[in-house]
């Protein structure tokens, strides 16, 4: 079994573009056909959620990694361009005159800002999901190792974590008639998301051993593009300010559409059958920019909306939006290189030892899986992404 799985570090990308034509439909305004179904690409935040445990699970099960390196590793990944791009995007907020939330900021810096309302887009509105990761790090090891032995919990875990996301999306009527306070508590706050990444979690382990259906990766990616085109017609329905309409339940609804997605393209890993598309030299490439296009795309997209205003015209507004999005894409490829992975090198260090093994599963499942984890090179780079 390989340790690395190229096909989701390309998916990563596909995921990044479709939240970055969320942002410029909604900020900029919507090209017929692509506009619609990109109106609610904010669930690509979603896939990273489970797909941030689908990896963090895969490779570090049976890994003899301590917990503290592993938090180390997941600070080193995360923090850096958090902290820069933060910056970035107050000082463009400072340059168009509007108000800095600096209170936000601060909290932002320790990843805490997404459990308040108040505080939950931070500095850069882009990064309120870093505090949903930072929370999911501050479990993975426990629930890893209270995992990793018990695989007969696995499948009936993850179909709760399943059920929930519904389950959640109908509790909003029971929640006050606030659509921010509902939008929070059903959006952004950790804890909803929280069943996203166990999701992620159960179905890298029975992914891992082979304990899940064959399930082919075109039929998975049309179930992902099915699930869009549902929300056109439910979207002119329903509007989003009520509870009943897709706005929460784009998000909530298909992590397990995901999880299927993320298996079908491991299998093709595993098989080598992979397609260039999710793992060509030029896939991965631009999935491990990804993280940075996210991070900087929306500041490009705010200060091009408050200095020069909404495009007249469908061919005014398909270039200023792939004028945003190539020049957002180059930055963050020079983000990567030149920022990203040194900080993350240099905050990660070499091995060390202490601390507690990470994570804890049966002495013969280690012995069984020991050759395909790299104890320092993750089978693709876990979520980093709002």
Known sequence: MPSRLPSLTGLRFWAALLVVLYHLSRKLGELPLLGPLAWYGRSGVTFFFVLS?????????????????????????????????????????AALGLALPVAAALWSLPLLHAWTPGTVFGGNPASWSLGAEAWFYLLFPALLRLLAPRRRGWLPLAAVCAALGPALWAAGALLPDDPALRGWLL??????????????????????????????LAAAAAAVVGWH????????????????????ASQLFPAPLFAALLVAAAR???????????????????????????????IGIRCWAWTAGRPTGTGA?????????????????????????????????????????????????????????????????PSRFT
């Open 53 to 93: 445990g689908f990896v963090l699970a895969w490779t570090y099960e049976g890994s003899p990694t301590p917990a503290r390196s592993f938090a180390r590793r997941r600070f080193a990944r995360i923090w850096p361009l958090h902290a820069l791009t933060t910056a970035l995007s107050l000082g463009a907020g």
């Open 187 to 216: 959006d952004y706050l950790p804890l909803t998301r929280t069943p996203q990444f166990v999701l992620g979690v159960v179905t890298g382990l029975a992914a891992r051993h082979g304990l899940l259906p064959r399930v082919p």
């Open 229 to 248: 085109v549902l929300l056109v017609p439910w979207h002119a329905a329903v509007p989003d300010a009520l509870w009943w309409g897709p706005y929460s």
């Open 268 to 298: 093709r890993d595993t098989a080598g059958t992979a397609p260039r598309l999710l793992a060509g030299r030029t896939a991965v490439r631009l999935g491990e920019w990804s993280y940075a296009w996210y991070l900087v795309h929306e």
């Open 317 to 381: 507004l398909l270039a200023v939006q792939l004028l945003l999005a190539v020049v957002t894409l180059a930055l963050a490829g020079v983000l990567h290189r030149w920022v990203e992975r040194p900080c993350e090198r240099l905050l990660r260090g070499g091995p060390r030892g202490g601390g507690t093994p990470l994570p804890h599963p049966p002495v013969r499942v280690v012995r069984q899986r020991r050759r395909s984890v790299s104890g320092d090179q993750p089978s693709s780079e």
